[in-house]
């Protein structure tokens, strides 16, 4: 395989220099090249935002649909053909904030998608309003006195809802961040990755260097398998943990629960009615 | 009281009336198998409140020598399971309805004006083990009265409770033979004659109702996913899937909200699987967004809509059609959909399977809108159709160049799905190039919003035909779509009178091009429909410039009856 694979040479990219989501994409690429990814089978869902534009920069299928609806279509892609590869990546506003119910119940049903999530604690296409993820007193055009709200936290809620993966990382350690989406795309079930990112032009607060100083990796010798001990460490705040918090390899994913595939891995797409079966159908609706 | 002395001739109609709780549903199912199984055509609806308790629930249950399909006002027999049924039905009974009721629930003025039989319904269930066996009484005493012979009665009640245990079938039996018992001797006392007409060949027939015909269409079009959020009308729909899904390999997803369900289709539509969504009223509302994004991207969905009074949670279990204009402006910008309206159950099958074809095509959202009372309304039919079924999904296996979004002559672009081909497919709801990536390039813009709409032109050609109901040489022309067929066919076949003629629509957008000539035909239009402000009639303005005559509008909550057809004919002006 060529690692310039995933590369779209013509693409006519809309970030600023500088912005943390290179690196994301970068992060990903390196991650898609490592696990042997065939481009062809991969798809790449995404909402609306600065992030969602990522899968237009890098070679795959793409369904980039709605503000915070990303996760729905993911779902279906990946129940109706467990073949392909699906990565959801949108920001912080698409997957906590107008996807917030999508969130919930998609960490619930459990697909076996990937979910990246670039949270920068800003809206940057709509021009630095706060999001879910803004600090407190977070000063804004709007919100002009500054946040009030109570940060949302999306690893301690993913945790609480015994999500099957989760994780966060940084996107200024381009190397570690490839070394957890890895582990994300190769896990079984819902993954979610939140990346802390910084937005250049519109937070001054949580810069690269903020990130830089304000998290650390979880320790080496950290279990992540204990739902109780990761929720703990997800609720730090002092500094910002990052890596893997918690896997649980025992829930089932939504398509393995499918009656469907039990003992036949055929995408739908491949399968025919069976006409006996719907004559029967109607038969029954002779008699009594 | 005096001896009854009455005639059914060709035709009775039974309703049930009692509490939400009280098994006028059991007992419909009961009736309606052993009528059909007697050889009787036979319909039946609905009507009922939004509640598992109390209130006041009632099933109209038709019994005939020649097909029915209508819901009617008249009431020959009703069996009164509470105190409040006769309150709330006696706007539709007469001297002659026969009110058959528990003992002493019917109150004194009610006895001076109708023929009551009081039966001792309570007393007899507790005999038998309590009084939840009531209901299944009152069905023997019915099914006795329509001469439905023992043994198919019997056959229902055993396919009805078997799954229950043999003691508590035994216990139903028995009830339905106490139920035969008190109307051998109310029969044998009074003169009660039936002269319906039975036919060997029904017995051969299936028994559906509308909800059935779509979902056996949508699994004769090979549908394999369904994503949806329960609301009334839809849910029966949504429960037929369900239920089936595991033998036909299809996916149902009950989803956290109809914004999910919606999404959720057009994802697994992406990847070349047939789907639909089905919701009512407020939960389309929350939909309509993704009606967008399925223009948009151009991937192909079905959307069931089965209507309900609005605005907002409006009247929950009650119909209407009120929802035409929110699917036909359903979501942003400007793209071609279709919308279907079925309003007999062979219609329902055929215009469900079409429209995943007319989806596949013109990878385009497709309607299929219906209502309460026609999801909940069942009578028979010989069978349906599967022979004609066609599937055409219309699928390509991809080059290494492929663009999702190709320019073409009739703006149709080959449809790639993920995983099939050497090629990249792309769909996004912004404004996108051929490749199908976002672009802010304008003149790409008015290029794409050209190759959309261009298919609904396409579209218009292959509109569904109104079906004419009556001769050619019309001068009045009644107009109607959906569910409305019922009750103004058989008002048509009621009058007999030659100079009307009845245009269904099945197909409410695009308009079938034919439209404008059959109304101009006419010296005098009149549309029915079940809304206030006349939304097909507006459309057919809109469409064509012609404005119809007479709108005769229900909104209450209930369909249209065939004596209010007929009512409303004789009382325009000019009177037919």
Same mark, same amino acid.
């Given at each position: 395989?060529? *690692?310039?694979?995933?590369?779209?040479?013509?693409?006519?990219?809309?970030?600023?220099?500088?912005?943390?989501? =290179?690196?994301?994409?970068?992060?990903?690429?390196?991650?898609?090249?490592?696990?042997?990814? !065939?481009?062809?089978?991969?798809?790449?869902?995404?909402? &609306?935002?600065?992030?969602?534009?990522?899968?237009?920069?890098?070679?795959?299928?793409?369904?980039?649909?709605?503000?915070?609806?990303?996760?729905?279509?993911?779902?279906?892609?990946?129940?109706?053909? *467990?073949?392909?590869?699906?990565?959801?990546?949108?920001?912080?506003?698409?997957?906590?904030?107008?996807?917030?119910?999508?969130?919930?119940?998609?960490?619930?049903?459990? *697909?076996?998608?990937?979910?990246?999530?670039?949270?920068?604690?800003?809206?940057?296409?709509?021009?630095?309003?706060?999001?879910?993820?803004?600090?407190?007193?977070?000063?804004?055009?709007?919100?002009?006195?500054?946040?009030?709200?109570?940060?949302?936290?999306?690893?301690?809620?993913? &945790?609480?809802?015994?999500?099957? =993966?989760?994780?966060?990382?940084?996107?200024? !350690?381009?190397?570690?961040?490839?070394? &957890? &989406?890895?582990?994300?795309?190769?896990?079984?079930?819902?993954?979610?990755?939140?990346?802390? /990112?910084?937005?250049?032009?519109?937070?001054?607060?949580?810069?690269? /260097?903020? =990130?830089?100083?304000?998290?650390?990796?979880?320790?080496?010798?950290?279990?992540?398998? !204990? /739902?109780?001990?990761?929720?703990?460490?997800?609720?730090?705040?002092?500094?910002?943990?990052?890596?893997? =918090?918690?896997?649980?390899?025992?829930?089932?994913?939504?398509?393995?629960?499918?009656?469907?595939?039990?003992?036949?891995?055929?995408?739908?797409?491949?399968?025919?009615?069976?006409?006996?079966?719907?004559?029967?159908?109607? !038969?029954?609706?002779?008699?009594? | 009281?005096?001896?009854?002395?009455?005639?059914?001739?060709?035709?009775?109609?039974?309703? %049930?009336?009692?509490?939400?709780?009280?098994?006028?549903?059991?007992?419909?199912?009961?009736?309606?198998?052993?009528?059909?199984?007697?050889?009787?055509?036979?319909?039946?609806?609905?009507?009922?409140?939004?509640?598992?308790?109390?209130?006041?629930?009632?099933?109209?249950?038709?019994?005939?020598?020649?097909?029915?399909?209508?819901?009617?006002?008249?009431?020959?027999?009703?069996?009164?399971?509470?105190?409040?049924?006769?309150?709330?039905?006696?706007?539709?009974?007469?001297?002659?309805?026969?009110?058959?009721?528990?003992?002493?629930?019917?109150?004194?003025?009610?006895?001076?004006?109708?023929?009551?039989?009081?039966?001792?319904?309570?007393?007899?269930?507790?005999?038998?083990?309590?009084?939840?066996?009531?209901?299944?009484?009152?069905?023997?005493?019915?099914?006795?009265?329509?001469?439905?012979?023992?043994?198919?009665?019997?056959?229902?009640?055993?396919?009805?409770?078997?799954?229950?245990?043999?003691?508590?079938?035994?216990?139903?039996?028995?009830?339905?033979?106490?139920?035969?018992?008190?109307?051998?001797?109310?029969?044998?006392?009074?003169?009660?004659?039936?002269?319906?007409?039975?036919?060997?060949?029904?017995?051969?027939?299936?028994?559906?109702?509308?909800?059935?015909?779509?979902?056996?269409?949508?699994?004769?079009?090979?549908?394999?996913?369904?994503?949806?959020?329960?609301?009334?009308?839809?849910?029966?729909?949504?429960?037929?899937?369900?239920?089936?899904?595991?033998?036909?390999?299809?996916?149902?997803?009950?989803?956290?909200?109809?914004?999910?369900? %919606?999404?959720?289709?057009?994802?697994?539509?992406?990847?070349?699987?047939?789907?639909?969504?089905?919701?009512?009223?407020?939960?389309?509302?929350?939909?309509?967004?993704?009606?967008?994004?399925?223009?948009?991207?151009?991937?192909?969905?079905?959307?069931?809509?089965?209507?309900?009074?609005?605005?907002?949670?409006?009247?929950?279990?009650?119909?209407?059609?009120?929802?035409?204009?929110?699917?036909?402006?359903?979501?942003?910008?400007?793209?071609?959909?279709?919308?279907?309206?079925?309003?007999?159950?062979?219609?329902?099958?055929?215009?469900?399977?079409?429209?995943?074809?007319?989806?596949?095509?013109?990878?385009?959202?497709?309607?299929?809108?219906?209502?309460?009372?026609?999801?909940?309304?069942?009578?028979?039919?010989?069978?349906?159709?599967?022979?004609?079924?066609?599937?055409?999904?219309?699928?390509?296996?991809?080059?290494?160049?492929?663009?999702?979004?190709?320019?073409?002559?009739?703006?149709?672009?080959?449809?790639?799905?993920?995983?099939?081909?050497?090629?990249?497919?792309?769909?996004?709801?912004?404004?996108?190039?051929?490749?199908?990536?976002?672009? +802010?390039?304008? +003149?790409?813009?008015?290029?794409?919003?050209?190759?959309?709409?261009?298919?609904?032109?396409?579209?218009?050609?292959?509109?569904?035909?109104? +079906?004419?109901?009556?001769?050619?040489?019309?001068?009045? %022309?009644?107009?109607?779509?959906?569910?409305?067929?019922?009750?103004?066919?058989?008002?048509?076949?009621?009058?007999?009178?030659?100079?009307?003629?009845?245009?269904?629509?099945?197909?409410?957008?695009?308009?079938?091009?034919?439209?404008?000539?059959?109304?101009?035909?006419?010296?005098?239009?009149?549309?029915?429909?079940?809304?206030?402000?006349?939304?097909?009639?507006?459309?057919?303005?809109?469409?064509?410039?012609?404005?119809?005559?007479?709108?005769?509008?229900?909104?209450?909550?209930?369909?249209?009856?065939?004596?209010?057809?007929?009512?409303?004919?004789?009382?325009?002006?000019?009177?037919?």
């Amino acid at each position: 395989m060529n *690692p310039n694979l995933f590369n779209m040479e013509d693409a006519d990219v809309a970030w600023c220099p500088g912005c943390g989501n =290179f690196s994301i994409l970068s992060s990903l690429k390196s991650a898609l090249y490592d696990l042997k990814i !065939d481009p062809k089978e991969l798809v790449l869902v995404s909402g &609306i935002g600065q992030a969602a534009k990522l899968p237009h920069y890098l070679k795959s299928n793409v369904f980039n649909g709605l503000h915070g609806r990303s996760l729905s279509p993911a779902t279906g892609i990946k129940a109706s053909n *467990p073949e392909l590869t699906v990565i959801d990546v949108s920001g912080d506003g698409c997957m906590y904030g107008e996807g917030g119910n999508h969130f919930i119940h998609t960490i619930r049903r459990n *697909p076996n998608i990937t979910n990246l999530v670039h949270n920068n604690m800003v809206y940057g296409l709509t021009k630095g309003q706060a999001s879910p993820t803004s600090q407190k007193n977070f000063v804004t055009p709007v919100q002009v006195d500054g946040v009030f709200e109570e940060p949302f936290n999306p690893i301690s809620t993913a &945790i609480a809802l015994n999500c099957s =993966f989760v994780a966060r990382a940084f996107s200024g !350690d381009v190397e570690k961040t490839t070394e &957890i &989406i890895k582990e994300a795309i190769k896990h079984k079930g819902y993954a979610l990755v939140d990346i802390f /990112q910084p937005c250049v032009t519109f937070n001054k607060v949580n810069t690269y /260097q903020w =990130f830089k100083e304000n998290t650390y990796y979880l320790e080496e010798s950290y279990q992540p398998h !204990d /739902q109780v001990q990761a929720f703990k460490r997800a609720l730090e705040s002092d500094k910002y943990p990052l890596g893997i =918090f918690y896997i649980n390899n025992s829930r089932r994913t939504f398509e393995e629960s499918l009656e469907l595939y039990q003992d036949n891995q055929t995408p739908l797409y491949k399968r025919k009615l069976d006409i006996s079966k719907l004559e029967k159908l109607i !038969d029954s609706k002779r008699d009594f | 009281m005096s001896k009854i002395s009455q005639v059914f001739t060709g035709d009775i109609s039974i309703v %049930l009336g009692g509490e939400a709780g009280q098994g006028i549903q059991t007992v419909e199912n009961i009736l309606v198998k052993a009528v059909k199984n007697s050889g009787y055509h036979v319909f039946s609806t609905k009507e009922y409140m939004s509640r598992v308790r109390g209130g006041v629930n009632s099933t109209l249950i038709r019994a005939s020598s020649s097909p029915v399909r209508s819901y009617v006002d008249q009431i020959d027999i009703l069996v009164a399971l509470s105190e409040d049924a006769v309150d709330h039905l006696k706007s539709r009974l007469s001297t002659d309805t026969l009110i058959i009721a528990a003992d002493g629930i019917i109150k004194e003025e009610y006895k001076q004006i109708f023929n009551v039989i009081e039966i001792p319904l309570m007393e007899i269930a507790t005999q038998i083990g309590g009084p939840i066996f009531s209901n299944i009484i009152a069905a023997g005493f019915i099914s006795k009265i329509l001469n439905i012979p023992t043994e198919i009665f019997d056959k229902c009640i055993t396919a009805m409770f078997k799954r229950k245990g043999e003691k508590i079938l035994k216990k139903d039996i028995q009830a339905g033979k106490r139920g035969y018992q008190l109307a051998e001797t109310f029969l044998g006392e009074n003169n009660l004659r039936l002269d319906i007409g039975k036919n060997e060949e029904i017995k051969d027939h299936i028994l559906i109702n509308g909800t059935e015909a779509i979902g056996m269409g949508c699994i004769a079009a090979e549908c394999k996913f369904m994503s949806a959020y329960p609301m009334t009308p839809s849910s029966p729909l949504q429960l037929f899937i369900a239920q089936n899904a595991d033998d036909f390999e299809i996916i149902f997803e009950q989803s956290e909200d109809e914004i999910a369900a %919606l999404n959720m289709a057009l994802g697994a539509s992406y990847t070349g699987v047939r789907s639909i969504t089905a919701t009512s009223g407020s939960g389309f509302a929350l939909m309509e967004e993704a009606v967008g994004l399925s223009g948009m991207i151009e991937v192909p969905v079905v959307i069931y809509l089965a209507q309900r009074p609005g605005p907002a949670v409006g009247l929950p279990t009650r119909t209407a059609q009120e929802d035409l204009n929110l699917a036909l402006y359903s979501g942003t910008g400007e793209t071609p959909r279709a919308i279907f309206a079925p309003g007999t159950m062979e219609d329902a099958f055929q215009v469900t399977w079409k429209a995943f074809n007319l989806a596949d095509k013109y990878q385009i959202p497709v309607f299929i809108l219906s209502d309460q009372y026609f999801a909940d309304t069942y009578y028979n039919i010989p069978s349906i159709n599967i022979k004609d079924v066609i599937i055409e999904k219309n699928i390509v296996k991809t080059n290494k160049n492929y663009k999702r979004y190709k320019f073409t002559e009739n703006g149709i672009s080959p449809r790639g799905i993920p995983g099939f081909g050497e090629g990249m497919v792309v769909v996004d709801s912004d404004e996108h190039d051929e490749e199908g990536h976002i672009t +802010e390039d304008l +003149e790409i813009r008015n290029q794409m919003v050209d190759k959309r709409l261009k298919k609904l032109k396409y579209m218009k050609k292959e509109a569904l035909k109104p +079906e004419l109901i009556g001769e050619d040489d019309y001068q009045i %022309l009644l107009i109607g779509w959906g569910s409305t067929f019922g009750p103004i066919s058989e008002a048509l076949e009621k009058m007999g009178n030659k100079k009307i003629a009845f245009l269904n629509y099945k197909q409410v957008y695009p308009l079938h091009e034919d439209t404008r000539g059959y109304l101009e035909k006419a010296d005098r239009t009149v549309i029915f429909e079940n809304n206030a402000t006349s939304q097909f009639s507006n459309l057919i303005k809109l469409e064509t410039g012609f404005e119809i005559d007479t709108k005769i509008l229900k909104y209450n909550g209930m369909p249209f009856s065939v004596e209010e057809v007929i009512h409303n004919m004789h009382s325009i002006e000019g009177g037919v």
